[in-house]
Structure formats: C-alpha cells, structure tokens
C-alpha cells in the first residue's frame, strides 16, 4: 500500500500499524492471504495472467443477481473475478456471459422492447422499489424545503439564502465565526489546500489554532488548544482514523450507565435487538413474560424484581448481578453469562442451555429443575445453594467448587471437571456417570460412601 501514498507522515503511520498488530489481527490476515495465494496459484496453473493481481480486489465465489447495470469499466479492470458471475441481469450489456444469462435473452428474442419494459414495471412494483424511490423523493423536498425556509422568505415569497449581510442582520453573533473563517481561508499554505483537495481536510498550523481556539474566539477551548499543541501531525492523523473507527463500530454512542428502571413492573413486551433497554437496572420491578432476544446487557442489575416466564435468547449479560430476585420458568439459551452473581435468588426451571458461565457464584440461591445442558462453567462456586432436579449434561467446569450445596435427584453425566471439590454436600439419588475429575483435594472426597436407598455417586 506503500507506494499508492504520498504524504511521508501517513506511510509512518502505516509502517508503525504493521509492526504492532496485535495477534487477533495476525491471525485473521493468515486465511485472508492463504485464500489469495491459493486463488492466484490455480489461475496461474489454468493459463489466466495473474501480473498485478495483488493489486485488486478479489472476488471468489460471489455471483451477482438481477444486476441493474453492468460494471463500470474502470472497477472490473481492477477486480479479479473466480466464479463470481453476473447472473439474470435486467440489462443487455457487459460480458459475453452476461448478455447470454440476461433476462433479455433468456426470455426469447420473441419479447419486444414494450414487453420487456412492462416486465421491468412489474419487477419495481413487486420488489417496493418504487415506493422505496417516492419516499425518497420525499424526503429529499422537505429537506430541500426545510433548507429553503431556514432564512424565511421575502416579500415575493421566495427563500431567502445565507449569505453573510442577512446573517449579520438577523444572527449578528453569528457574523463574527464568518470572518474568522474568511481570515483563516487566507492563511493556509499551498501544502494545507493541497491536502484538503486529495483527502477532504488538512491539520491546521499552531497559529491557526491559536486563532480557532484562542482567548478572542468565538470557539474559545482551551483544553483541546493545550492538547492539540502537544499532538504531531502524525498523531493528529491517527486520532482522526482512530475517531472515525470508532464511530463505525459504534463504540462512540455506546453508553455504558443507562437509566434504571424502579417501581416499573414490565409486563407481556418482547424485547428483540435492545441492548439498550436490557441493560438498565431494574428495582422493584416485576418481570412477567418479557422475552429477551437478541439484546446484550451489561450492567443490567436485577434487585428485588422477580422474573416469571422470561427467556433469554442470544442475550449474554454481564455485569449483571441478580439479587434478591427470584425466578421461575426462565430458560436461558444461547446467551453466555460473565460476572453475575447470584444472591438470594431461588429459582424454579430455568434451564441454561449453550450458556457458558464465568465467575457467576450462586449464593443462597436453591435451584430446583435447572439444568445445565452443553453449558461449560468456570470460577463459579455454589455456596448454601441445594440444588433438586438440575443435572449437569455435557457440561464440563473447573474451579467451581460446592460449599454447604447438596443436590438431590440429580446427575453428572458426561462432564469432565476439575479444581471443583465438594464441602459438606452430600446429597441424595446423585448419580455421576463419564464424568472424571482431575487435580482434586485429597481432604475434600467428591464421592462420600452411600448405601442404595440414598443414592449412588
């Protein structure tokens, strides 16, 4: 990528990525690469001209369906298709296979121009692209009439437009950021209007800071003058990059405090794609037959709000510890459970199913018929919580151990663990079957002695 750069500063930004890229980003460029290769290999060895390859943009298995237009030329010289073709196109152009797939051709050479427009028609009108188009339309003149009436309208009823005379009479305070950019525009440098035509935006000078930032302006800051002074151009540049990524992952708009929900009883809502909501605190408030989809929590706390038919569907929570809340008939699948513990809270079938568990201790919290099913847990004890019906299936666990928490009526079947002994637990009708232990407490026996009537372990 080196040599399509021309700004030195930026290269040492690309150079400086490079050499430090975390091993998560190693790992991902390795299939990444290994792909190309391979693909570049079998073109080679098919007798296709893979000079330049490196350089475009490869698209593997990847057809194209119902194309409106061909590809630009341009775009195709710089793209290397393997078996990613232009299939059913509504036009007539581009390459021989192209034209050869096209609805046009495969319809019959029988159907007219008026024919095959109708059937356009028809394809908009089934697909919604023509409302889709209106309301764009739409849009597009009330903001234009929103535009138009910022200024108001004169005499003849025409939109009045910005310019700096009626801004200075009507936004006198207004008038004074007009001319210190009409100041500013006179002082950048060839290199600075340069930058702006290439990339869109240029790294002011100090002095133009000072007169951005400074005691006399209108935008007076300070803080960001004394920070960017500090900063180089290069860690200008790469604070703007790093702004932007972060805005397209959305890391910018999370907001980890949300507002809490007290003395608000939910009741019959679907939660579905509602991080936000399911991260909210919830006191005194009752939950009856809310489900939760889709809807990440962290630091969604559950106090004294008992749960009644609640499931939890690719919904982890973290951060989110229950107390004081019991619950009944909550399955949770799919949603990985970190740091939420679980105190005071009994609870009656609730299932966790290819849930993980990690650091989540239940604290006098007796369970009955809550299995745990394809659900490894780490580091999460079980102290003064018996458990009645809640067998531990293909679930493997480590550093969990059990204190004062008999299960009765229940199983270990097929679950490896480790580091997990048990302190006075002995239950009742327990049964351990494919389930060895390793680097178990000598002091702390996991299989007591028990006769037939209580049970075997």
């Known amino acids: 990528m080196e040599k399509y750069i021309a700004d030195e500063e930026l290269k040492e930004m690309l150079q400086q990525k490079a050499s430090n890229l975390s091993d998560e980003e190693k790992m991902m460029m390795v299939p990444i690469d290994l792909i190309r290769q391979a693909a570049k290999i079998g073109l080679g060895l098919a007798g296709h001209n893979t000079t330049g390859m490196d350089e475009k943009t490869l698209k593997l298995i990847s057809p194209r369906f119902m194309s409106v237009l061909p590809d630009n030329t341009e775009v195709k010289n710089k793209t290397m298709d393997v078996l990613s073709p232009s299939l059913f196109s509504l036009h007539n152009s581009g390459s021989e296979l192209e034209k050869a797939t096209s609805l046009r051709s495969l319809l019959g050479s029988g159907m007219t121009a008026q024919d095959f427009q109708n059937f356009l028609d028809l394809l908009v009108e089934a697909t919604g692209v023509a409302e889709a188009v209106e ?34 009479e009507r936004f006198p305070s207004e008038a004074k950021k007009i001319e210190l950019f009409e100041e500013l525009d006179k002082t950048y440098s060839l290199e600075q209007l340069k930058d702006m035509n290439q990339t869109g935006y240029t790294v002011l000078t100090p002095k133009q800071m000072q007169m951005i930032y400074g005691k006399k302006s209108p935008f007076k800051n300070p803080k960001l003058l004394k920070t960017y002074n500090n900063m180089t151009r290069a860690q200008i540049h790469r604070a703007i990059h790093s702004t932007i990524r972060n805005v397209a992952d959305e890391k910018l708009k999370f907001e980890v405090r949300q507002n809490d929900i007290v003395l608000s009883p939910v009741i019959k809502t679907a939660l579905i794609n509602d991080p936000k909501t399911a991260s909210q605190a ?20 559950v106090i004294l709000s008992p749960w009644l038919f609640v499931p939890l569907i690719l919904s982890p929570r973290i951060l989110s510890p229950v107390i004081l809340d019991p619950f009944m008939f909550v399955p949770i699948i799919l949603s990985p459970v970190a740091l939420d513990p679980v105190v005071l809270s009994p609870g009656i079938f609730n299932p966790f199913v290819l849930s993980p568990l990690v650091m989540c201790p239940f604290v006098l919290s007796p369970q009955v018929m809550t299995p745990l099913i394809l659900s490894p847990f780490a580091l999460t004890p079980l102290i003064l919580t018996p458990l009645v019906l809640s067998p531990i299936i293909l679930s493997p666990f480590v550093l969990s151990p059990q204190v004062l928490s008999p299960q009765y009526i229940s199983g270990l079947f097929l679950s490896p663990y480790a580091l997990s002994p048990a302190f006075e637990s002995t239950g009742a009708l327990f049964t351990v079957f494919g389930s060895p232990s390793w680097l178990m407490i000598p002091e702390a026996p996991t299989e007591p002695a028990c006769t037939a009537s209580e049970g075997i372990q």
């Open 135 to 168: 309301d764009a339309e739409q849009k597009l003149i009330d903001a234009q009439r929103q535009k138009d009436d910022a200024m108001g309208r004169g005499p003849d009823g025409q939109p009045l437009y910005f310019t700096k005379e009626n801004i200075t």
């Open 282 to 301: 919830l006191v005194l408030s009752p939950a009856v037959m809310v489900a939760l989809v889709n809807s990440p929590a962290v630091f969604g706390s």
